[in-house]
């Protein structure tokens, strides 16, 4: 097994992948400024993550703390190597990783490039279980570990299939590796919105005929906030919105197949 491998005078640190807009940036707001003590340490340093530099050094300049840029494209095939190398070299104790890379694409399967397709496998599953697992030998007792999945990963979703199914993963992921991990005192989370004002649902609707109804749009802070108050009262999965979680609920009870027409019905396809 990985064992903690830091220094106990290791420099404490956050990191967050996605940092550049959306989720993954309030997320990098709530640790650094404080607000996220009651569930986990705040870091004396931030390590962002995107491939958006400028966006990155935008959010650092508002950070209370020192923030480390790093300009990644984590789907590429050797992505998470340099953080890797950095971890090697600084020798940081990780207190909290947030995965909130990632994509999706609202259309008929065949009408999305292959190279989208896999590539959203290589974001939203491959590179974040890379995160973890390069992140683990890092972290010890009382770290946590924030993966974000959907809504989408309760239920089978046409037209946004292959997103759906990632997050499918990013669930089952999380919560077995929370169950496995639990004796050395590292806790993982996974946080499951509904829908999200970000740049995601625009850039994941460039086919306008396949989509959309939004029946409400949750702000990103108030899921980043709900994920740590979730995670302090030791919950593995983290879902803001009575509504959301009554959809959840009903994704449980409903055969999956008419859970599926009833989200054709609400999308308009017949
Ligand atoms: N918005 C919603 O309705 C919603 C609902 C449920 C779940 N989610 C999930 O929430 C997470 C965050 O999404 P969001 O809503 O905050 O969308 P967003 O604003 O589009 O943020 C996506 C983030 O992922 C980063 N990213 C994309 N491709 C990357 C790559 N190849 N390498 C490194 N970073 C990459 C983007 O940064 P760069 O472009 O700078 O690389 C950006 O920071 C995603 O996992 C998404 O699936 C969103």
């Known amino acids: 097994m990985n064992e ?14 996605g940092a550049s807009s959306g989720i993954g940036r309030d997320f990098a707001r709530l640790l650094a400024d404080g607000s996220a003590r009651s569930a986990v340490d705040t870091p004396e340093e931030i390590w ?3 491939r958006r530099e400028d966006r990155l050094e935008t959010l650092a300049k508002e950070l209370p703390i020192p923030a480390r840029l790093i300009p990644l ?17 600084e020798n ?25 397709l896999l590539g959203m496998i290589d974001l939203n599953d491959r590179a974040l279980t890379a995160m973890c697992v390069a992140s683990l030998p890092y972290m010890d007792k009382g770290a946590a570990i924030v993966n974000i999945g959907s809504l989408s990963s309760f239920q089978p979703v046409p037209y946004i299939n292959v997103y759906g199914a990632s997050k499918a993963y990013v669930l089952s992921f999380s919560r077995t590796l929370n169950v496995e991990l639990k004796s050395r005192g590292v806790r993982v989370i996974c946080v499951c919105p509904g829908w999200v004002r970000t740049d995601f649902l625009d850039q994941a609707a460039t086919d306008k005929n396949a989509v959309t109804y939004f029946n409400k749009l949750w702000e990103p802070r108030d899921v980043a906030a709900r994920a740590f108050a979730d995670l302090a009262k030791g919950k ?35």
């Open 92 to 116: 940081p104790r990780v207190r909290c990783l947030v995965n909130a890379a990632g994509y999706g694409r609202f259309a008929h399967t065949l009408d999305v490039p292959a190279e989208t």
């Open 48 to 50: 962002l993550i995107a």
């Open 4 to 17: 903690y491998c830091g220094q106990p005078n290791g420099r404490i640190i956050a990191v967050v992948t």
């Open 73 to 89: 494209d984590l789907a590429a095939p050797d992505g998470v190597l340099r953080y890797e190398q950095m971890l090697r070299i």
């Open 236 to 270: 593995d999965v983290s879902i803001l919105g009575f509504m959301v979680r009554a959809q959840v609920f009903l994704t449980k009870m409903l055969p999956h197949s008419l859970v599926m027409k009833i989200w054709m019905h609400q999308q308009g396809h017949t």
